[in-house]
């Protein structure tokens, strides 16, 4: 009998959600993201040493401080590992504006332009490249520009129905809602434990997916950020899942059978639509404490690992 992950390949695109070149030739996602924590990891890894030699060879031959240099090379990093990962799968490959700009809007616009003209030097072109942009008001603004470019965008950090429906009004490609963070948030405040049925993250990709396919809405729902394979389990058929190769390897070894949960057919009851524009969008995130914390600390910490990553260079360098 067909693994778990096998049959998940029938109804849903698996996305690989790592910097791990080993694994991802190992797991055969269709695509593959990556974010500041991904990539700090991902430089430790063998399969990267002779990409990070040639990153770090490029900076020490650059005439510039270091204020400049290391940032230089930071994006340099993760355009090479990105244009690796282009060689492995056959989709599309996702790479992260500075969580730094969250609230710049042209300051994101500008950093999604040169990471593209970065690829497209590298002959890749941008209909293989996905840019990761926090689901701020200002990052929503910065993808709607953006996809009048043909600049496609994967709205990340995304934790509400309020944010979902922006990013789908600004014409974003692709959303990423956090099924795992949401659970975290809801296991601390309040004190238990959840099912994967009743788990509030996979309620929340639920309803937004409803949302979505009752409205016609042709943005991707990618869930994203689980805690387990009994998570991903229960989100089976949402349009495209990005899934950690622990669990990848969780599913391929499952030979039980899986129940597709989600389809376009069949989306389930369509939520209440919240209003789109930006007093409506700051009051809703303002009322929902869940979103709130769990978007700011999220820039924060992909921020600090940035800030790691830097560090990092500058001792290489």
């Not at 809405?217 to 869930?223: L, R």
């Not at 990005?242 to 599913?251: K, V």
Request: charged fraction near 25%; charge should be negative; aromatic fraction near 4%.
């Amino acid at each position: 009998m067909a693994s778990k992950l096998d049959q998940l390949r029938e109804m849903t695109v698996v996305v690989a959600d790592t910097g791990d070149i080993e694994a991802i030739r190992a797991l055969h996602p269709v695509d593959c993201t990556t974010n500041p924590t991904l990539l700090l990891k991902a430089v430790a890894l063998p399969g990267l040493s002779a990409i990070v030699d040639e990153t770090l060879a490029w900076g020490r031959k650059q005439n510039r401080d270091n204020d400049s240099r290391i940032p230089a090379v930071a994006d340099r990093l993760a355009v090479a590992v990105g244009a690796e990962l282009t060689r492995i799968v056959p989709g599309r490959v996702s790479t992260e504006v500075d969580a730094t700009l969250s609230f710049d809007t042209k300051a994101t616009i500008a950093k999604a332009r040169a990471i593209i003209a970065a690829y497209e030097s590298r002959d890749i072109p941008r209909q293989r490249i996905l840019i990761k942009i926090a689901s701020t008001w200002e990052g929503i603004q910065a993808a709607r520009a953006l996809q009048k470019e043909g600049i496609d965008c994967n709205m990340t950090l995304l934790f509400s129905l309020t944010q979902a429906m922006a990013c789908a009004d600004a014409g974003a490609f692709l959303i990423s809602p956090f099924v795992g963070r949401i659970l975290d948030w809801h296991v601390k405040n309040e004190g238990r434990k959840f099912t994967p049925e009743e788990d509030p993250g996979v309620q929340s990709v639920r309803s937004i997916y409803a949302a979505y396919k009752t409205q016609g809405i042709k943005t991707i729902v990618m869930g994203a950020s689980f805690r387990s394979a009994g998570e991903v389990e229960a989100l089976a058929g949402c349009d495209r899942l990005t899934i950690s190769p622990a669990l990848l390897d969780e599913l391929s070894k499952d030979q039980g059978t899986l129940e597709r949960r989600l389809s376009p057919e069949n989306p389930g009851p369509a939520p209440e639509l919240p209003a789109v524009d930006e007093l409506s969008f700051r009051w809703e995130m303002n009322e929902d404490a869940m979103a709130t914390e769990k978007l700011a600390e999220g820039i924060r910490n992909f921020a600090a690992d940035l800030h790691k990553l830097h560090k990092l260079i500058g001792e290489k360098l």
